[in-house]
């Protein structure tokens, strides 16, 4: 099983397939609601290993993330279109596509004992782009 993980928009990049472990989705309903609600949201939570850049490789990916998560709500790029896909056995099990996604947190845990860190990314995607969004699954993967 493997997750492939693509960030577009601002610079362009995937999540290297060896760091990312899980990605879930969450559906956001109002606590309070009696009934279906306009007021639904979106959340995916993607976590990982941070590795250790090799062959003088600077394009670590997860840094990228570090640095997407600071990127202020002033600015446009702070929203990307984010694909996450779960392959299994050559299948594409699940794909999702957040096109306006944004950083709700980031998280970065080093150890001195591991040599691995590890990061947990969870986005949201944009309130009124709900439409937009994209759930699949069930076939060969590319």
């Not at 995937?14 to 949201?41: H, Q």
């Not at 984010?82 to 150890?111: C, D, M």
Request: glycine share 8%.
């Amino acid at each position: 099983m493997a997750y492939r993980v693509q960030v577009e928009g601002g610079g362009a990049f995937e999540i290297a397939k060896e760091c990312v472990s899980s990605v879930s989705l969450s559906t956001d309903i109002p606590a309070d609601s009696n009934a279906r609600t306009n007021n639904a949201g979106a959340t995916m939570t993607i976590e990982g290993k941070i590795l250790a850049s090799t062959e003088g490789d600077s394009r670590d990916s997860t840094r990228q993330l570090a640095l997407w998560s600071m990127v202020p709500a002033q600015k446009p790029d702070c929203y990307r279109r984010v694909t996450a896909e779960q392959i299994v056995a050559g299948i594409t099990k699940r794909k999702y596509i957040f096109p306006n996604a944004f950083v709700l947190s980031y998280r970065e845990r080093h150890g001195d004992e591991e040599g691995v860190g590890s990061f947990e990314l969870v986005l949201r995607q944009k309130k009124d782009q709900m439409a937009k969004l994209v759930v699949e699954g069930g076939y060969a993967a590319e």
